[in-house]
């Protein structure tokens, strides 16, 4: 059941939430104000004055993350860190992925660190026979995650959970080509400051997904503060194409929104195909 104007991604995330014991509120409140969980504009987080600002750079930067707050030590001290630079993949057998995404309605923010796409209810994906409900996607630009050294233009990690501490990520890389449909009613969705979110009829996520299957998998983290090392990372080995201009217009509002690679330490990065 859809309710109109009513994204299920909010509906899910906020079940998540209010499923937690009362003594987690201050970790919730992290939870749900990192750039991977939720799409709330910056203004409406952190009753109380809990949200701690961060960036990409400067004082706030991501060398920085981890002195900011207590709840941001992952980003200093963690040892799977998200992303990483794809090299040395081992062939993984067998995929065990399966994506089932649908069209819905969709509501488009701009929560001051990126773009983020609320998705309705009914997305999903199955990941070693595992369920986890797509929420939302968001870019980032440059992409975070590179390979061989190389960063695409933009990447798209769209966030699915099958609990609050439990997410698995998809990465999709952007490169310049062809203009896409489908991200050009996204940018023309984007609201203007302080207006509403962006209304989109019937977005069909699977449109943003490369032909092939094959994928890169390792387990890791959250790339905003806290860096959380509750993701379970695919990162799709084709890219989808989007033009330059497209390209331009959203490094025009985010010029530089990606956190630098983060040492591998002890991970094996497995390819599917
Ligand atoms: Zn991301």
Redesign the pocket.
Known sequence: MRRPGVPGAIVATFVIAVALPACQTDQVDDAVAD??MDARPEEDEGEGGHEIHWSYEGDTGPAMWGSLDQSFAACDDGARQSPVDITGAVAGGESELEIRWQPGDAEVVDNGH?IVVNVAEGSAISLEGREFALLQF?F?HPS?HTVEGSAAPIDI?F?HAAAEDDLA?IGVFLEAAEADPTIQSIWEAIPAAGEPPGALAALDPRALLPEGGSHYRYPGSL??PGCSEIVSWVVMAESVAVSQDQIDAFAALYPMNARPVQPLNERTIERKD
Do not use: I, L
Request: charged residues 20%; glycine residues 0%; proline residues 0%.
């Open positions: 750039t991977e990126t968001h980032h975070e990690h966030v990520v790339t905003t």
